[in-house]
């Protein structure tokens, strides 16, 4: 049955709460949060000899179109040698977000913002998050400064740590910057208007790469998956969009990567416990050497990410149709990242898929409650105090930020389903070209090549496989379920 196009983002909003509730997640702030949040008139101010002043560095933010909880700002300096000099400001949101608060209680509940098509339910109340505790463009913000040296070599030559006021200069988007920086498209107005930003992003985006080619050199995971984007005119669907990796995103992915590896080398050398972001060697290893082989690769029988991205390259380059599912089926076996206690003197199991051995979660403090444990860890080591979470604090809080971020991505997963339902619902009967991408006992799967979709064939299956080319009729949807039915046509 066709709904009413203008309630689409209303019947998404439905679905994605019903979501959160069936999740475990807490949709609505309650009363306490909204008191202490009406407490708070203006963004923290410290006087404190020790938090440097840096606002008259050429930072800028990059991120997406619409987003205003900006985390990170990024500056880079030229030094002798070819060394260059990368700074990550990250905003303070300890500054305002004190431990033990209703405010905590709730980041600490839900661990992590959830962004749905049609609604975004922030781990902070948007108050904070997009304004007080956003490192707004010409707003003046506390921010914790990860500094790092990289040398020629492309590796982290020297580093450091300490607080800082700075200042957005420039709010940016990544498809713009990408844009520019690919050659596809005028400078951003922004970069063309303030003297000098056009020259200090050139600069980081060349070290971002020098940094990109050694993580690969090392065994980093080139993947790509298809994860489509609804759009919206107004309220009504109108079309979903595929996500895709550019220049710009691959800037601040790296610097992140950096500030990451660093914070957690920080906390290591001050004698500190960590929260961990890792990514163990793949326990089905032998189902992707298997995978490999049917697609004439070879893989040894040990994890080896470094032959792992070696045969993807090939792949990728051989058939780049089929290589977001090729990246899928890798995904979906080496698992999921978790969060770990890493204790001083431990030795972490680190990230498989960026091949880091030192890694946490610290830049999005305003989405990530894993980041604002770290920062709250970071400043006691700065300050030479005692660690604030107790092991056993730390080793359920993992537990508990890993399980949330999985019910999360549930809740996201569904309503990107129900959005690609919803906006086939009106298409019943009609056909379309796609690429098999499962065959097995559970049901055969087809990708559609536009909308970038995909559904179960209920019929004609029959001889199917992964990766033929196939046409099929639209025959149901289930836009509450997200379930999207085929037939194969002719």
Not at 400 to 416: F, G, I, M, P, Y
């Amino acid at each position: 049955m066709n709904r009413d196009n203008r309630r689409h983002r209303a019947d998404l909003k439905a679905i994605a709460r019903r979501a959160m509730i069936d999740r475990g997640l807490l949709p609505d702030f309650s009363d306490a949060v909204k008191g202490e949040v009406g407490r708070i008139k203006s963004s923290a101010v410290e006087n404190d000899r020790k938090i440097r002043d840096l606002r008259g560095l050429l930072w800028a933010s990059i991120d997406n179109d619409d987003s205003e909880d900006l985390d990170q700002l990024t500056v880079a300096k030229p030094l002798q040698g070819g060394a260059v000099k990368i700074l990550v400001a990250i905003a303070d949101v300890d500054a305002i977000v004190k431990k033990e608060t209703a405010i905590d209680g709730h980041a600490k509940y839900n661990t992590t913002s959830v962004y749905t098509a049609a609604q975004i339910f922030s781990m902070l109340p948007e108050t904070l998050s997009t304004d007080l505790t956003s490192l707004r463009q010409g707003e003046e913000r506390l921010a914790m400064i990860v500094e790092s040296v990289i040398d020629e070599e492309s590796s982290i030559a020297q580093w450091d740590l300490y607080r800082a006021v700075v200042c957005n200069r420039a709010k940016l988007a990544y498809n713009g910057v990408a844009a520019w920086l690919e050659g596809k498209g005028p400078a951003p107005e922004r970069v063309a208007a303030l003297p000098g930003l056009d020259q200090q992003i050139r600069i980081q985006d060349e070290v971002a790469q020098r940094l990109k080619n050694l993580r690969v050199r090392c065994g980093a995971l080139q993947l790509e998956t298809i994860e489509p984007r609804p759009v919206f005119k107004g309220d009504s669907l109108s079309d979903l969009e595929v996500e895709r990796t550019n220049q710009a995103k691959e800037l601040i992915e790296n610097f992140m990567i950096v500030a990451n590896e660093v914070t957690a080398r920080y906390l290591e050398a001050k004698r500190f416990p960590s929260l961990r972001r890792v990514l163990r060697s793949p326990e089905r290893w032998t189902r992707i050497v298997e995978l490999a082989s049917s697609l004439g690769g070879h893989l040894p029988p040990e994890p080896d990410s470094g032959a792992l991205e070696e045969f993807l390259s090939k792949q990728r380059k051989a058939d780049p149709i089929r290589f977001p599912d090729l990246s899928l089926s890798v995904v979906k076996l080496m698992g999921s990242g978790e969060y770990v206690v890493d204790l001083p003197g431990d030795t972490s199991p680190g990230h498989f898929g960026l091949a880091v051995k030192d890694y946490t979660h610290s830049t999005a403090p305003n989405r990530r409650f894993p980041d604002l444990i770290t920062q709250r860890l970071l400043k006691a080591a700065m300050a030479g105090q005692p660690v604030p979470y107790s092991k056993d604090e730390l080793t359920g809080l993992a537990q508990h930020c890993t399980q949330k971020e999985d019910d999360a991505n549930k809740v996201e997963r569904l309503v990107r389903k129900s959005a690609a339902a919803l906006l086939l619902e009106s298409s019943i009967g009609e056909r379309f070209d796609g690429i098999v991408t499962g065959a097995s006992e559970k049901g055969t799967w087809v990708r559609l090549f536009h909308p970038p979709v995909e559904g179960k064939v209920l019929r004609g299956f029959e001889g199917l496989d992964v990766g033929d080319r196939v046409r099929v009729q639209l025959i149901g949807t289930d836009v509450e379920r997200g379930f999207i039915d085929f037939a194969r046509a002719g």
